[in-house]
């Protein structure tokens, strides 16, 4: 399994205002790269629900580039990569907010959601929250770190990949008939669960029997709805 799981944290409900974000790089099924970035959010304003949140401080980030100016290095890590997120709407949207507010173009991305993945590899599990989820499996993270939340991120997948008897990402989504996510300066197209095609129903009128009204067999026809 080759990968990379990020997450991010906010400063505030705008989603430009991403105050920490973290990357982890997964080879062969086992981590090779962690990285994370403290981010000054424009503008510098922090909610006091997030701060309750994540515990990340303003005077923590006060005077960290903002992502603009951290963008160059954080590309490095994520571009050409297929990104995993849990909820990744969210964090995918985050980035491309960022993106955004900063004036950098968005590149060609591709991106799947272990949320997504748990839903269709346990479907009978209570919960699919990051929390619950890594309780389930044993994995043990301090929840809304943006590291520690992309490590249980990874995990997560792992987990489902195993328990598919699955070895790369395409066989993962081809199993759950999976579509990944992807965007850029284009717009955006989500993750999804690509519906079984329909089955072609073929109606066919039978023939009446020598002796048989017509009447007695109009409307029957063959096929299996």
């Not at 959601?113 to 699919?128: E, H, M, S």
């Not at 499996?137 to 987990?159: M, N, P, Q, T, Y």
């Not at 070895?167 to 079984?196: D, F, I, N």
Request: hydrophobic letters at 40%; one cysteine or more.
């Amino acid at each position: 399994m080759d990968f990379t799981a990020i997450d991010f944290e906010t400063a505030n409900q705008c989603r430009h205002s991403a105050c920490q974000l973290a990357a982890v790089k997964i080879r062969n099924g086992q981590i090779v790269d962690q990285r994370c970035w403290l981010i000054r959010p424009e503008p510098f304003t922090f909610s006091h629900m997030n701060i309750q949140v994540h515990g990340i401080l303003p005077e923590m980030v006060a005077a960290e580039p903002n992502f603009g100016s951290r963008w160059c290095e954080i590309s490095e890590h994520l571009q050409g990569e297929c990104l995993i997120a849990h909820n990744a709407p969210f964090d995918i949207g985050v980035l491309r907010a960022c993106l955004d507010f900063h004036h950098v173009d968005i590149p060609d991305l591709e991106f799947s959601c272990t949320r997504l993945v748990a839903r269709n590899t346990w479907p009978d599990r209570p919960g699919y929250g990051l929390r619950a989820l890594a309780d389930w499996l044993g994995i043990r993270f301090r929840h809304h770190d943006a590291l520690e939340d992309s490590i249980a991120c990874a995990k997560v997948l792992l987990a489902a990949a195993e328990t598919l008897g699955t070895e790369s990402m395409p066989q993962l989504e081809a199993k759950l008939s999976l579509r990944r996510g992807t965007a850029g300066r284009w717009g955006y197209r989500g993750a999804t669960r690509v519906p079984a095609p329909r089955r072609r129903v073929t109606n066919r009128r039978v023939a009446s029997a020598p002796d048989t009204p017509a009447s007695a067999t109009s409307g029957l026809t063959t096929g299996d709805r």
